[in-house]
């Protein structure tokens, strides 16, 4: 458990300066619901606005084997006084893994890694460059509480996306065949790897035809989008296309968005349905695959718990 020895040796340094507080998880914080469309990303039809049919019958097996996902924990562990400012310090742990599906239903981990660190702003990080796995979140007034836990909290999933990504590179350095990843691809510069994305707080359509979204929205199941382009500033572009997994009880249930660089991706709208049809436990089973929920349920194993974190964490408290 390193980073229960990461939190120890922070604490020794620092024995007279950390003072009890509120605990909380960071990520179930409230996040904005919707974001504008980033500045370097350009977005483009490549088909006739609309929606469409997948297919009429699904195979209940598909050709997909391999599927990734990761997980994070950060939580406010203490504060630390610095000039009478009550600083908030998170403990970050991140896990990431590749499993295998051997046969229906059995999966086993083929690549997998795991990080932790200590979450501080740079003030704070510049009396403490010498201890392992101190990370800066950036600068920050003192006082000011709320900057420090929004900037915590991207540095958080900035750290976990960096996990996911090496994990990702040694997979595919010694294995060619498709990966479907929990989240987007776009950044990754990787071909073979197919994003799905859960979560829909940037409208990437509505920017170009409003008309279109309000389709999406009301898109029934087993439909998907007409397919768009997204384009980085830097030349870095995948293909794009919402799919209805589950019937639209709301706008957004059982809907996800696909991410890929494939010539032909109608078999794989197919084949994510029939990853679908398995329901999976938890808030959004609605729009989560089975063999990504898998990945999840893996990486509680090998991480602790909210409960057993803070057990732990009031140990070395």
């Avoid at 929606?51 to 598909?62: A, D, F, G, K, L």
């Avoid at 060619?176 to 359509?205: C, E, F, P, S, W």
Wanted: hydrophobic share 40%; with cysteine; glycine share 6%.
């Amino acid at each position: 458990m390193e980073w229960l020895k990461q939190a120890e040796e922070f604490k020794k340094h620092a024995e007279d300066r950390l003072l009890r507080g509120d605990y909380y998880e960071l990520e179930k914080m409230e996040t904005p619901l919707k974001r504008e469309l980033p500045n370097n990303i350009e977005v483009r039809l490549l088909e006739i606005p609309g929606i469409y049919r997948v297919v009429e019958r699904y195979s209940p097996e598909t050709e997909l084997r391999y599927f990734m996902d990761g997980v994070q924990r950060t939580v406010l562990w203490r504060y630390y006084d610095y000039g009478s400012a009550k600083v908030p310090v998170f403990l970050h742990l991140s896990g990431a893994v590749v499993l295998e599906r051997i046969k229906p239903g059995v999966f086993m981990p083929v690549e997998q890694g795991y990080y932790s660190a200590i979450l501080v702003p740079e003030f704070i990080y510049e009396e403490f460059t010498d201890i392992k796995g101190i990370v800066s979140v950036g600068d920050a007034d003192p006082w000011d509480t709320a900057s420090i836990v929004s900037l915590a909290k991207v540095k958080s999933k900035a750290l976990r996306q960096a996990l996911e990504l090496e994990v990702m590179h040694r997979f595919l350095e010694r294995c060619d065949d498709l990966l479907v990843k929990d989240g987007n691809i776009i950044d990754t510069g990787r071909r073979g790897v197919v994003g799905v994305v859960k979560t829909h707080a940037t409208l990437y359509l509505q920017h170009v035809n409003p008309s279109l979204q309000r389709l999406v929205w009301n898109m029934p199941l087993y439909h998907r989008s007409a397919a768009f382009s997204l384009r980085l500033s830097d030349g870095s572009r995948v293909e794009s296309f919402y799919l209805r997994i589950h019937e639209p009880l709301a706008p957004e249930t059982g809907l996800i968005r696909v991410e890929h660089r494939l010539k032909d991706f109608e078999e794989l709208a197919a084949w994510l349905i029939a990853e679908s049809r398995v329901c999976s436990r938890g808030e959004r089973w609605h729009s989560m695959l089975y063999p990504i929920q898998r990945c999840e349920d893996y990486l509680r194993t090998q991480l602790p718990s909210s409960g057993r974190l803070k057990a732990m964490l009031g140990v070395v408290a």
